[in-house]
């Protein structure tokens, strides 16, 4: 913008001077030793000629009026120049502005997910740890129990409802879980338990089961403390 309107002033002030000013012609005499310059002066004479003479001479004072007009030109051209720049210094910095509020914007979300991702995570791990130690619990008290049936083979109705507590709150546990095979395994000795408590069954059914309900107990305590480690 600044090259296109310097040329421009250029080219105004040489055509303003060329049609103001004095045309020269210079050609070489006769003789090789000299040049005749012929001269032709343009003035600006009245249209009537019965106008007054006012006294001023357009022709002299034709370059002042020129450089003052180049003058009042350079002026308004800076001043335009001035303006389209204020103008796009606020437009860089509007954008500017903008993308700084975007990035803001974007690291306070990201921020945010960080935060509530480790708050969950935190929370899911403190509650598996809860859950992992009430099984780990609620099975060892079933195995002591039953361990208790098989040395003294009987059952009282004091340790019978004891059992039946710890059973069932490992099936609260294990309901919502997809420990389907320990579930399973934990009502099997349910059933079996009544049914030698009400004689219809031998202590035997009783051992083999625990055996495959401590296997199983510890596949799954296993799988969800490999959870709780690797952040899950």
Known sequence: MRSYLSWRTIIICC???IFFSEMTLARPSHNNDTIVVDAKIYSVKPLHANVPN???DIGKNMPWI???LIGIFT???NLYIGRKSRISNLSIIEKQITNAQAIALDQIEQSRLNSE???NKTVITGSRQVWINNLRDFISNILALNSKFLMYQTISNEDANELWLQVAKVELLLIASDYRSLLGIV???EHCCKEVQT???SYECIDDILARLKAQASIVLREEWQKIKSGF
Do not use: A
């Open 15 to 17: 055509l303003m001077s």
């Open 54 to 56: 006012s006294g001023f």
């Open 199 to 201: 004689g219809n069954q």
């Open 66 to 68: 020129t450089v003052l």
């Open 75 to 77: 002026v308004f051209t």
């Open 187 to 189: 009502k099997e000795l």
């Open 117 to 119: 991702r480790d708050f």
